[in-house]
């Protein structure tokens, strides 16, 4: 298994600031995963980010909206730049291991 | 285009009684299915999988019914306890590009157990 933590849980921001999303994992991965909740939306995954590399972002995100670090194998940042009342949503960071995929607790993030 | 649906976005069941979440996909390509439970506040946990191999997968209480013909999966709950009451999620996931997996979720099915 693995324990995942989010930093923080929640915060309301300020059209225009940024908010970087803080996730550590109790173990060394390989991969981790940033998605999104929208209200009323489905899982949306935003990009995964690999130790040592580049993270790879899906269709719509892009890395000057959502920078990500990892600088080791057990952590991750994701950072949500000028942000519009529209990134208002749950960015939950998650971990494969073992063949399944584990979930933090996410950041539910408002825009105002 | 949702490629995952769940059509239902609540389900209310007594206590002791069956639940049965209902999920349909488009991609015929999908070849592994899995169901999250979530609770609010909390990150989804996994509850069940299922593999395109297969057509039944139990697990205690929940059991997960695939039918590849009708693009349909189903997840059963008996009997369902209080306990169960969460958004229950549907995901499905082929292999793609570097031997990676990405999971296309559905919307979610809220479900209320009620004593």
């Known amino acids: 298994s693995a324990v995942i933590s989010q930093k923080p849980s929640r915060d309301i921001c300020q059209r225009g600031t940024s908010l970087t999303i803080q996730c550590q994992v109790d173990?060394?991965?390989?991969?981790m995963f940033w998605y999104r909740q929208q209200p009323g939306q489905s899982l949306t995954l935003i990009a995964t980010?690999?130790?040592?590399?580049?993270?790879?972002?899906e269709s719509g995100f892009v890395i000057d909206k959502f920078p990500i670090s990892r600088p080791n194998l057990t952590f991750s940042t994701l950072t949500v730049s000028n942000m519009s009342p529209e990134d208002s949503s749950i960015y939950l960071c998650s971990v494969h291991n073992g063949g399944e995929q584990y979930f933090g607790p996410g950041t539910r993030l408002t825009v105002t | 285009d949702q490629q995952v649906k769940q059509n239902s976005p609540s389900l209310s069941v007594q206590e002791g009684r069956i639940s049965i979440l209902n999920c349909d996909y488009t991609n015929s390509m999908f070849d592994y299915f899995l169901w999250y439970k979530k609770y609010p506040a909390e990150g989804p946990t996994f509850l069940i999988s299922?593999?395109?191999i297969k057509d039944k997968n139990e697990d205690g209480r929940f059991t997960v019914f695939l039918n590849k013909s009708a693009k349909h999966l189903s997840l059963h709950i008996v009997p369902s306890q209080p306990g169960d009451s969460a958004v229950y999620f549907c995901?499905?996931?082929?292999?793609?590009?570097?031997?990676?997996?990405?999971?296309?979720w559905g919307l979610g099915t809220s479900l209320a157990v009620n004593p």
């Open positions: 995901a499905a996931s082929r292999r793609g590009a570097g031997n990676n997996r990405k999971l296309i």
């Open positions: 173990s060394q991965v390989t991969m």
């Open positions: 980010a690999n130790q040592g590399s580049e993270a790879t972002y």
């Open positions: 299922i593999s395109s």
